[in-house]
């Protein structure tokens, strides 16, 4: 008889007597799990090479500038760069192509296919299971916005003519400067991405809806920005650009000059504002849409 | 057995409402280790029940215990003893089983290798073979229901919540599924199964919970509930007629059933003595001749007051 027409056999039962971790064995197991799936470990090839190979574009300009520098290192000219540490913050378009893929792929299909219902069977409640997802892929967004610029850290210092001291000494604020800018950016993606993908079981829905937050916002923010008499206060909606403030203020103290907001005084404040406000309501909705297990 | 003193389940007035809709109301009862058959229409609290028991709802009123902890104040702990398998699709179909069964495992605690390892005991256990490597989307319901087992046994809990466990499954299955459930018991581990097939319940538990419109009905053994009809059935090879002339002429009521057995209306021992009597008298070869039991769908239909079980 085969397995299909459904026969159960007997094979015994070992009851089990080993650890047992509580709550945060749990959130840390969901974790894992949660950074398997959006990297397409024990996943099909097919799942596995999008988000590869948005994250691979990532490093490639830190690659290319260490490069650069390692061949012209005995030139007389001046080095040459093609990336600073703080246009690296935000620069490429890969990391939002990879929170709309993995984002909507880490939630949608746990509600598509109820298996919140198994989930929520264990010792885990609504925001443990939103939190661990938060985690996971803000987790990710940082290591993979932080590596590349510590590639290009180390190369410079490594093929600095000046020797590798003197680049470290010179370019030490970078140090703190770029995992604060890189996490403060994470969180605004992965608290974004989650909260908009909370919202639908559909993962092309999710995308689309994620990719259509950021580019209609710096579409009308552009559009307002180019009618005369408009404040440069309408560039807060661009919800594209409000990480990118945040990182200028933590690499320059104040927004770059190449933002309108920066005419502005109290745009600073304003731009703080409004990255709270886009991450706390994204929080907000995230916790909301799983408060259903603790009813 | 790992059994904690005490009552497996223990409800107190428990009564959760629905805005103006009752789905509990006013449950109280202690249910014992073991086998449990969970059983009522659709519609009569069952679901509302394991939500309850699981934590993922409050009681309106009252409250629950399972194995002595109070859920409302503890549903992590009180989750931790239950495994769970519900009667919906709930697989994430481009995972294999290993990978679900060994996840669900880690996310109740279990360290990662005693998860796999876990994981592929209670893949064995619910026979799945080498099966469980492949995507779940290409199984049949059977392998999916044997899944969604391995899933609620792989963190060991003291109580399983099956519901409608045997739903889609052909006879086989059936047959099968209610064998692995029957003796999950053995392994120390009690059954709470959820089903509007009673066949099922009276085949596998020894303690039946019979709900209506989210009410208790009863609550007490199969063995209790299947009570005597006061029927005897009698089987013999040939001349039934001669037989219920026979028994009338010693005022015993008996009719022929259409499987050719003569049913006797009979009380004490002292009839039994009379049939036995007629039959010998006849000189009919007698295959048998025992007392009717009952099926839980006449005890429901009776104490329910309602026409059938749907």
Known sequence: MSAATGTV?????????????????????????????????????????????????????????????YVTRDSPLDSIEIVTYRGYVGHSSSLLLFVALVAPDVLCPDRRQRFL???????????????????????????????PQMVLFIGQMLVNRGGALDYLTEHAAVLWQVPVAVALLALFYASLGLALSSLTSRRIVAGASILGVLLVSSSVAAILSEAAGTSPATEVINVLALPLYIRDLVFLGHIGDNFRLAELAGGEGMAVVAYVAVVGVSLATLLWRYRWSEA | MRRVAGPLLRAVGLTKRFGGVTALDGL??????????LVGANGAGKTTFFRL????????????????????????????????????????????????????????????SAARQRASEVLDLVGLDESRFRPIEGYSTGMRQRTKLAQALVADPDLLLLDEPTAGLDPL??????????????????????????????????????????????????????????VVVVEVD???????????????????????????????????????????????????????VGTLDEVFVRRAGVAEVT
């Open chain 1, 9 to 69: 056999y007997d094979r015994g039962y070992r009851p089990y007597d080993g650890p047992r971790g509580g709550r945060k064995a749990a959130i840390a197991a969901l974790v894992k799990s949660t950074l398997r799936r959006a990297l397409g470990i024990r996943r099909s090839w097919r799942q596995k090479f999008l988000p590869w190979m948005l994250l691979g574009i990532v490093a490639i300009p830190a690659l290319v500038n260490v490069g650069i520098a």
């Open chain 2, 238 to 292: 040939h001349r039934v007629d001669a037989l219920v002339a026979g028994l009338a002429r010693r005022a015993l009521a008996a009719t022929v059933t259409p499987d050719g057995a003569v049913e006797v209306a009979a009380s004490g021992d002292g009839d039994l003595d009379v049939i036995r009597d007629v039959v010998a008298e006849l000189n009919l070869p007698l295959h048998r001749l025992s007392t009717r």
């Open chain 1, 117 to 147: 219902s198994l989930i929520f069977a264990r010792p885990l409640s609504g925001s443990d299971y939103a939190l661990a997802k938060l985690g996971a892929i803000g987790g990710l967004l940082f290591a993979f916005s932080f590596v």
């Open chain 2, 28 to 37: 109280t009862m202690d249910v014992p280790h073991g086998r449990i058959g």
């Open chain 2, 173 to 230: 299955g059936r047959e099968s599924m209610l064998d692995l459930v029957s003796r999950l018991g053995g392994f120390g581990i009690s059954v709470l199964l959820a089903t509007h097939l009673l066949d099922d319940v009276q085949q596998v538990c020894d303690h039946v919970v019979m709900l209506d419109g989210g009410r208790l009905v009863v609550s007490g053994t199969t063995d209790e509930l299947l009570e005597r009809t006061g």
């Open chain 2, 53 to 112: 028991l699981l934590g993922l709802t409050r009681p309106t009123q009252g409250s629950v215990e399972v194995a002595g902890v109070e859920v409302s104040s503890d549903p992590a702990r009180a989750r931790s003893r239950l495994g769970y398998m519900p009667e919906h699709d709930c697989l994430p179909t481009d995972q294999s089983a290993t990978d679900v069964v060994a996840t669900l495992g880690e996310l109740a605690g279990l360290p990662a």
